[in-house]
């Protein structure tokens, strides 16, 4: 199944899109400091049942930026471009940072968000901002002439990657360098968000995914799914930051499974 690419013209800018298949309308948002490429392999497993609609973040991959970075202003811009295609409702489906922004458009705006997919979302709460407060963001390297900065980067990331694959590294190389210092601010942007007061909003049916590789996210999964009304949760044995695209077969099937229980119109 073909994979066709875009530009919407939005009120908030013109953002790139990764669409595939007909039906109802899926929206894939991705992890910092990622682009829809995330999920180049998981769009033509949803496309043979809905219409999958990957798009890049504003400021990420080819999507033009915002003046200010928040989670706040990335969820309207992903309201903006449903509304730029006539979308009035659809399934949310975010990874990482992209969970993150998911989260808020189903509190912000309950109305376009039929269902809510939550996958390796770490829970933000005072506890955790205040533990990264004034760190390092894992994506944030120093450049340096003689490119040393990008083993760097490479290095820093390579221990949540599964050993050996080179490829996923490399994808996650070039979304990076694309990002400029987004790259290591989108980290930022998630640790200021006030998500505890957020959780409780959410209405819709909603998917907790667990990746028990993922050290970051897996821990507070449970939690997540806690503190969601009639949450449930699956968990990805073997997965790991990088799962929709290190394990893509799983991932799909733990979506798909979800979206045959829930009534959609």
């Known amino acids: ?55 890049d973040t504003v400021g990420f991959g080819d999507s033009e930026p915002v003046p200010e970075n928040s989670i706040e202003r990335w969820a309207a811009a992903a309201i903006a471009l449903l509304d730029a295609l006539a979308i009035p409702r659809a399934v949310v489906i975010g990874h990482h940072t992209g ?67 080179v490829a996923l590294l490399e994808c996650f190389m070039i979304d990076a360098l694309k990002a400029g210092a987004l790259a290591a601010e989108g980290h930022r942007v998630v640790n200021r968000y006030r998500m505890e007061e957020r959780l409780p909003l959410i209405a819709c049916p909603t998917l907790v995914i667990g990746a028990d590789v993922d050290p970051h996210a897996y821990p507070s999964a449970a939690r997540v799914a806690a503190a969601i009304p009639g949450s449930v ?24 499974t979800f979206l045959t229980d829930i009534h959609l119109g």
């Not at 809510?116 to 944030?140: F, T």
């Not at 949760?233 to 798909?256: D, H, K, N, W, Y």
């Open 99 to 165: 969970a993150v922004i998911a989260l808020e458009m189903a509190a912000s705006q309950p109305q376009r968000v039929a269902a809510l997919a939550l996958s390796s979302m770490s829970l933000v709460d005072a506890e955790r901002r205040a533990e990264h407060a004034g760190k390092r963001p894992i994506d944030e390297v120093e450049p340096r002439a003689d490119g040393s900065h990008l083993s760097e980067l490479w290095q820093r990331r390579q221990p949540y990657y599964p050993p050996g694959d």
């Open 233 to 256: 949760m699956t968990v990805i044995r073997g997965g790991g930051v990088p799962l929709p695209e290190q394990m893509p077969q799983s991932f799909t099937e733990a979506l798909l």
């Open 1 to 55: 199944m073909n994979i066709t690419r875009d530009f919407i013209s939005t009120r908030c800018g013109r953002i790139h899109v990764a669409c595939c298949g007909s039906g109802f309308p899926l929206l894939l948002l991705h992890q910092t400091p990622r682009s829809w490429n995330e999920f180049r392999e998981v769009l033509p497993l949803l496309g043979q049942r809905y219409r999958a609609i990957a798009m």
